[in-house]
């Protein structure tokens, strides 16, 4: 007996001590990416399991698992999971590769993730990587020609006003109805203010949700498409620091060709004689000579006035610090970042501090606790002149006014202000500061003894404040006589204006989630219940007339003519949703949702709106079929269908009576008093507009996942459209017409992705892709009068299309006016040299009921990326070409014609009719603006359409073992530069410009040099 309990405590210790060595089996080494940097914050979990670690800054690991045959996994966002089972103590070092869309990689979707083979909407994903390459202050420039599907157009390039707009799958709505997207932070819905702003380098991805199935969930927030934003999150590990810091400038794209002096004032004389031919031609020949040699600048200048106001270059600064590490019980990501820009001219400025963190606390084995915390600070110095005013002048001022006399004195250019007062310091100043303060606690809890089932809370708490202050004083400006002495203008009286506001927001959510697998069945559920309230204040006051502006504050103006004003708001939103995801055996995959929203926006009756959508798929690889077709290693047919909403109406409680303030204008006792006169109709039964959308898509990867292509065909139906039948009702109708939802628009196109990526050796890669949209809208319905000409309807054509005379050319002589058709209202005024246009209607005569379609307007119907990259042994050179077609701008005034208002001249006017050229592609001349000639008609509109190499990076990455004495794992050096060249047809402006008078801020190019530092 002694033997036997002997031989067992022997059985005992050996298996005690197999198992002791066992858990000495550990696994160690360095993890780089494909150019040989090091990779810090790459998880080393074994599998099945949590446990894990990270890799350090300088990319080692080191982990201990139980026995021999236990698998590691190493994974990081982006790049392809990568296992290894442990047999003995090793040194192993990994190469990770880029996911370039791997089918194991998770994509964010709304309210959750999922694998990217088993997503059956339609969604695109924008990395980091790709978002740091693009120099730009707000972030929504950096989804251009990154992501199929979206269109954008850049209106402006002014510093802090800068942003994109952004039309998921083109534009289906009018009447007011906005198209701006869903911004979502981190499952908190923000505004695109907020995403704008943020720092690229804070942020891990962007998904951009599409179709009825990927953004149904969010319901009537959803039909314009969504901007899903994931932030950084912590690692397990040592603590590793990221520090980034660029240098740029910019400089306008392109200026329009304003002709000098001489031409200007040659054209003058000519264009005074087509007027009047018995008229004394403005500008002598001496003067002429003297604007040619430019002998007499002070008296004959050649004054170049978009030159002087935007012809240098503006500076950029931006830094960004980040944090990142932590334990397996407490992570963190912290970031602060400070971008500083200058605008053209020195009064105009903008910087903006951002502030992050976020926190991850594992509670207990079950619990998790988040904390996100961030904030920014913005603020502008602008000068008080809007910019409107600016451009108006700076565009219009003719050449022969002069900007600034030899001795540095300031010109009054004749009735004509001088843009060189409106934006210097002296004429005062426009200073927008606001604050922003965004809070987002997550609670998870797993529910123990059921696998799968976890629910959490959620509280966002949101508190912004914004000021402005606008001070505008009187600027000298000096007339120069002819005895070489100078008057002054005389002195206007300064001018305050303040204005305060504050807003807020809460959110609750609350989660139910289950996710679990039973054999060839997966099953995945979310149920959801949310409520958010919105509030916001605000105040405005003014005075003028100040004598002085020692004390500019309000209490020091007089109060004659003095402004006050006030206004609140508050929106509320209470919603439920539901959502669950099954695939058996991971190849036929199905989704459906179903989403409640409750609005206080519209009558008690019209305040809910159910939203389901349903997705399939099918995933093809995963059949026996296909096993022996080695060449596709991917391949997925998707198709879904769903109802959406949106609540971004221009009517706000449209179901009451309106009546309107009029001030001062009722006699009452020898006084006047405020009155009231009836505003808009009620209509009890506003509502929503609704998205009927549909979608299907093929993926498929070959070659080794060396080739990927994505097609995707959508089309939807936007019902409920809010809008007045002013098109139907005559001008008669005694009231203001209430706002109905009647309108319909259709909506339909094609995506389409290619990418292709090559892994040459360890040290040589490159990557080549593109991607293409294509959509097209039109209005089915608009309550139009049955009696509007067919080729004046807009019911059947695209929405914000284009309406005008046709132009057919120019009468080239008297025979040729002779035997046209001519506009009823300018018999007397046209002759030869001037537009003719086309007779739609046959009558002989042109008038309004030749008006007709001329185009679909300035947002392009197409939009593409091209981007490309190659890596060798640290050196990294990326570009993306970025385009639009299908798109006009309709250009008028002083973009288009010569001497409007009295202005300037552009340099294609040098090819205008004369008797002797009468085949010039430009009309006559003339000092009067032209009825007939200036009419909207297709001989102003321009084919817009462009090519733009939006992005080029080169960058180096020098080895850590060079930056060991300073603390340092990596050096990134980088050259970017931004809008570089554009092809286009487009003249004088921009092509992504939407302000045809061309009174905006213009698009910039801007080169940009920076470093990237890992410690």
Not at 152 to 170: L, N, V
Not at 308 to 318: D, H, I, K, N, Y
Not at 429 to 446: E, I, K, P, T
Not at 650 to 655: K, L
């Amino acid at each position: 007996m002694k033997r036997i309990r002997l031989l067992i405590v022997i059985l005992i210790c050996s298996v005690a001590l197999s198992e002791a060595f066992a858990q000495s089996i550990t696994l160690s080494g360095v993890i780089k990416d494909k150019t040989g940097k090091e990779m810090p914050g790459v998880s080393v979990i074994i599998k099945g399991t949590t446990k894990g670690v990270s890799t350090l800054a300088d990319g080692k690991y080191s982990i201990t698992v139980p026995k021999a045959g236990t698998t590691v996994v190493f994974s990081f966002i982006g790049m392809i999971s990568q296992e290894i089972i442990v047999t003995r103590p090793e040194v192993v070092n990994i190469i990770m590769n880029d996911a370039a869309n791997n089918l194991d990689d998770v994509v964010v979707v709304g309210f959750g993730t999922q694998k990217r083979s088993n997503v059956t909407g339609s969604v695109s994903t924008v990395n980091n990587k790709q978002l740091v390459q693009t120099p730009v202050g707000d972030l929504s420039n950096a989804l251009a020609g990154r992501s199929p599907g979206v269109i954008t157009k850049q209106p402006s390039g002014e510093p802090g006003a800068d942003g994109t707009q952004i039309f998921i799958r083109g534009n289906s709505t009018f009447g007011g109805g906005s198209m701006e997207p869903l911004f979502v932070i981190d499952g908190v819905v923000r505004t695109g203010r907020d995403f704008g702003q943020m720092d690229p380098n804070e942020i891990e991805s962007v998904s951009i949700l599409k179709d009825a199935s990927s953004a149904a969930i969010f319901g009537v927030k959803g039909a314009n498409g969504v901007v899903l934003v994931t932030t950084k999150r912590g690692k397990a590990g040592q603590m590793s620091a990221n520090y980034s810091f660029n240098y740029g400038f910019s400089k306008v794209t392109r200026l329009p060709n304003a002709l000098g002096s001489y031409e200007y004032a040659t054209l003058f004389n000519e264009a005074k004689l087509n007027d009047n031919p018995l008229a004394t031609p403005e500008y002598s020949l001496e003067r002429l000579e003297s604007f040619r040699n430019g002998s007499n600048p002070d008296a004959d200048p050649n004054t170049d006035w978009m030159d002087l106001v935007l012809g240098g270059t503006a500076p950029r600064r931006q830094h960004n610090l980040s944090l990142s590490g932590g334990s397996e019980k407490i992570k963190y990501f912290t970031s602060f970042g400070y971008l500083n820009e200058d605008g053209l001219y020195k009064s105009l400025n903008y910087n903006r501090y951002n502030v992050r963190s976020n926190i991850d606390i594992q509670a207990t084995s079950t619990t998790k606790i988040s904390v996100d915390l961030s904030g920014r600070v913005e603020n502008k110095q602008s000068p008080p002149a809007s910019v409107d005013n600016i451009f108006e002048h700076t565009m219009r001022n003719p050449p022969v006014q002069p900007a600034m006399f030899s001795n540095g004195l300031l010109a009054a250019p004749g009735v004509y202000p001088n843009p060189l007062a409106l934006i210097s310091e002296e004429s005062g100043y426009n200073r927008n500061n606001a604050n922003f303060f965004m809070s987002n606690f997550q609670v998870l809890q797993q529910i123990p003894g059921v696998a799968g089932l976890s629910v959490k809370g959620v509280l966002a708490f949101d508190k912004n404040f914004n000021s402005n202050k606008t001070w505008n004083q009187w600027v000298p400006l000096y007339v120069r006589n002819n005895d070489g002495t100078y008057a002054i203008n005389a002195e206007s009286k300064s001018s305050l204006s303040k204005g305060y506001g504050e807003g807020q927001s809460t959110e609750l959510q609350g989660h139910i989630n289950y996710d679990r697998r039973f054999g060839k069945h997966g099953i995945s559920a979310l149920a959801l219940v949310l409520q958010k309230q919105n509030q916001g204040t605000g105040i405005y006051a003014a005075r003028n007339s100040y004598e002085s502006s020692a004390l500019q504050i309000l209490n020091f103006g007089p109060a004659l003519n003095e402004v006050l004003s006030d206004g609140e708001d508050k929106t509320a939103l209470r919603s439920a949703a539901f959502r669950i995801n099954y695939d058996f055996d991971g190849k036929y995959l199905f989704q459906a949702s179903l989403r409640r929203d409750e609005s206080e926006n519209f009558a008690p009756k019209e305040r809910v709106g159910y939203f389901p959508a349903f997705s399939a798929g099918w995933l093809l690889t995963r059949e026996s079929f296909m096993q022996n077709v080695k060449f596709v290693d991917f391949l997925k047919l998707k198709a879904s269908y769903g109802t959406l909403g949106s609540d971004r109406i221009p009517s706000r409680f449209g179901y009451y009576n309106r009546y309107n303030l009029v001030p001062n204008v009722y006699p009452f006792g020898g006084t006047f008093v405020t009155g009231l006169t009836p505003g808009a109709i009620a209509n009890e039964n506003l509502t929503w507009e609704t998205s009927i959308k549909m979608d299907a898509g093929i993926e498929a990867k070959f070659f080794k996942n060396q080739l990927s292509v994505d097609v995707t065909v959508f089309k939807e139906r936007r019902k409920d459209i809010l809008a007045t039948r002013a098109l139907s009702v005559p001008l008669s109708f005694g009231a203001a017409l209430p706002s109905e939802n009647f309108g319909i628009v259709d909506n339909k196109g094609l995506e389409l992705v290619l990418n292709h990526n090559k892994q040459l050796s360890d040290n040589f890669s490159y990557f080549i892709g593109g991607n293409f949209t294509y959509a097209k809208n039109k209005i089915v319905e608009a309550a139009e009068a049955s009696n509007i000409p067919e080729h004046r309807r807009i019911t059947g054509r695209p929405n914000g299309g284009i309406y005008g005379y046709k132009a057919i050319g120019i009468f080239r002589d008297e025979a040729d006016y002779a035997g046209s058709a001519k506009h009823s209202a300018y018999l007397n005024s046209t002759g030869p040299g001037d537009i003719k246009y086309q007779d739609i209607n046959g009558d002989g005569i042109i008038n309004d009921d030749d008006i007709t379609y001329l185009g679909n307007g300035s947002l392009p119907q197409i939009l593409y990326g091209i981007s490309g990259g190659v890596n060798y042994k640290g050196f990294e050179l990326n570009f993306l070409f970025q385009g639009a077609a299908q798109s006009q701008q309709l250009f008028t005034q002083n973009a288009a014609w010569a001497f409007h208002n009295g202005g300037r001249v552009n340099a294609e006017w040098l090819d205008r009719w004369t008797p002797d050229r009468p085949d010039a592609p430009l009309p006559r001349l003339s000092l009067n603006t032209n009825g007939n000639n200036y009419l909207v008609s297709s001989f102003w509109v321009q084919n817009s359409s462009y090519l733009r190499l939006k992005n080029v990076e080169f960058a180096y990455t020098i080895k850590h073992k060079l930056l060991s004495k300073i603390g340092a794992n990596n050096l990134r050096l980088y050259a970017q530069g931004q809008n570089l060249f554009t092809i286009t047809d487009l003249i004088n402006l921009d092509p992504e410009n939407t302000n045809g008078i061309g009174r905006y801020y213009p698009q910039q190019k801007t080169y940009t040099f920076g470093v990237n530092v890992q410690f």
